[in-house]
Every structure is written in structure tokens, then in C-alpha cells.
């Protein structure tokens, strides 16, 4: 990563779920550069422990939360322990997610309903919960994590692609009633990015096809117009883009970051 990075959120604080690994740590650690306090909330508690080291290596007050978006009760405990701690809720970054897959005919309901209930209804208990806050305050920005399976899909991905499709859909209903407040909504639809998800994705879906991890992600990088998958640190710098003024005026959209793989 670049080290001319700016310091857009000195002050602020940045709510984060999945900030364990992943896109979710990218983001945690971005806003922590640009002087944001942190609350990373995710089930894996040794995981977010070291997120959080890293976000007060950099100079920021950082808080571990250990909980999981499918609970109600644990989202809305977490939103109030950053209130708690500091009175204030500038950005959050819904990023927890899984991926699940097959042929549709051999997907069981109970794989359907976890996926759904981690990447769609975790999604809308943290927007529902923070809501209020940012209602109240007049300002803060929602940054929810699709993907560009939100907007397309392939083979074998159907409780991937709906509850990404999902969170789209629930990103333009809470920017509509969130913009007269100052409140900006919008997702992030990420292409492959080289998180430790989808290289388990890459190992389930070469293995099923007779080659190896490394040799998928090749060839979904030779499918992307620009010859490469991307880095999580890629994906962070445009959510705080979303969250940062410069994008004040800017709710309700689904931003494409895949290379050019979704041109629509």
C-alpha cells in the first residue's frame, strides 16, 4: 500500500464487522491510517484481537468485539459499547460475510438459511441498529459489503449471489430514508480479492473441477480485464473514499471494484 495516505477521519469512529480478516481487517486498518478510533466486531476472537493490536500501532484508540451479526442481541450490545466508549458513530462498515456453494438440486436448506443470515440479515441488524444513532446526529456513512455476484452470477452460487443481491437491495432502502438526515448508504460490490474466503472458494471450486487453488485464481485473474485479482487493501481504500466528504452527495449506489469484470 501506498504510504501517502491522508488523515480524513482523525477523531471519528469507525464501526467495523468481519474486522478480522479479510476485506473487513483492510478497512479497519485503512481507517485506523487516516486516524479513525476503531470497534471491530467478529466471531473470531483471537483474529480480531490482532486487528485491533494492529489499529493502536497506529496511533488510534481500537476496540474488540467479540460477537456474531446473525444475533440480534450481540449487534445491537456492540453498537452500544462504541457509544459507551465514545459517544459518537461516524462510519460503519458492514463487511462479515460467508460463501457457500454447489449445484442447486444439492444445496441443503440449512446452508441456505445460514448463508442468508449471515451476509443479508447480518446486514440489516447492523444497519437497523445503527440507524438511529446516525438519525439523531445528523451525519455518518454506511458502507455495506456486497459483491459483484450481487449484480451477476454463476453456476453453483445461488445463496451467494441472492444474499448478495439482498444487501443492494437493502443498501438503496436505507440511503432513501437516511439522506434527509445526512446520512450516506451505499455497497461496495468487490470482484475476487485475495481474502482467506476466497481462497478457500478457489480450493472448493478447483478441487471440483481437477486443479488446484493456485491454477482457479488464475485463470479468474486471465478473466478479469485487468489480468489480476485484487488486494483487500484495494477494496479499503474506496469504502473510506464512500465514507470520507468528498463523497457527501453520493447514496444509494452499488460501486462496482472488479478489475472490469461487471460493466454495468
Not at 460467508?98 to 444497519?127: H, M, R, S, Y
Not at 437493502?170 to 470482484?191: F, I, K
Amino acid at each position: 500500500m501506498t504510504e501517502t495516505i491522508c488523515r480524513r477521519f482523525v477523531g471519528q469512529v469507525a464501526f467495523i464487522t468481519g474486522g478480522a480478516k479479510g476485506i473487513g481487517r483492510a478497512c479497519a486498518l485503512r481507517f485506523a491510517q487516516e486516524g479513525a478510533h476503531v470497534a471491530s466486531f467478529d466471531l473470531d476472537q483471537t483474529a480480531n484481537q490482532e486487528t485491533v493490536a494492529h489499529c493502536r500501532e497506529l496511533g488510534v484508540e481500537a476496540l474488540a468485539i467479540t460477537g456474531d451479526v446473525r444475533d440480534r442481541e450481540a449487534v445491537q450490545g456492540a453498537v452500544s459499547q462504541v457509544m459507551e466508549r465514545w459517544g459518537r458513530l461516524d462510519v460503519v462498515v458492514a463487511s462479515a460475510g460467508i460463501f457457500t456453494g454447489g449445484p442447486l438440486d444439492q444445496v441443503p436448506l440449512e446452508e441456505w438459511q445460514k448463508t442468508l443470515a449471515t451476509n443479508l440479515t447480518g446486514v440489516f441488524l447492523v444497519n437497523q441498529a445503527v440507524a438511529p444513532i446516525l438519525r439523531s446526529q445528523g451525519w455518518g456513512s454506511i458502507v455495506n459489503i456486497s459483491s459483484m455476484a450481487g449484480k451477476t452470477s454463476f453456476p453453483g452460487n445461488a445463496a451467494y449471489s441472492a444474499s448478495k443481491s439482498g444487501v443492494i437491495g437493502l443498501t438503496r432502502s436505507v440511503a432513501m430514508e437516511l439522506a434527509p438526515y445526512g446520512v450516506t448508504v451505499n455497497a461496495l460490490c468487490p470482484g475476487n480479492t485475495l481474502t482467506d474466503m476466497v481462497r478457500q472458494v478457489a480450493e472448493q471450486i478447483g478441487g471440483s473441477l481437477g486443479m488446484s487453488g493456485e491454477a482457479w485464481l488464475a485463470m479468474r485473474a486471465e478473466d478479469c480485464p485487468m489480468k489480476r485479482i485484487a488486494e483487500p487493501w484495494e477494496m479499503a481504500g474506496v469504502v473510506a473514499f464512500l465514507a470520507s466528504e468528498d463523497a457527501r452527495y453520493l447514496t444509494g449506489q452499488a460501486i462496482e471494484v472488479d478489475g472490469g469484470m461487471v460493466l454495468c
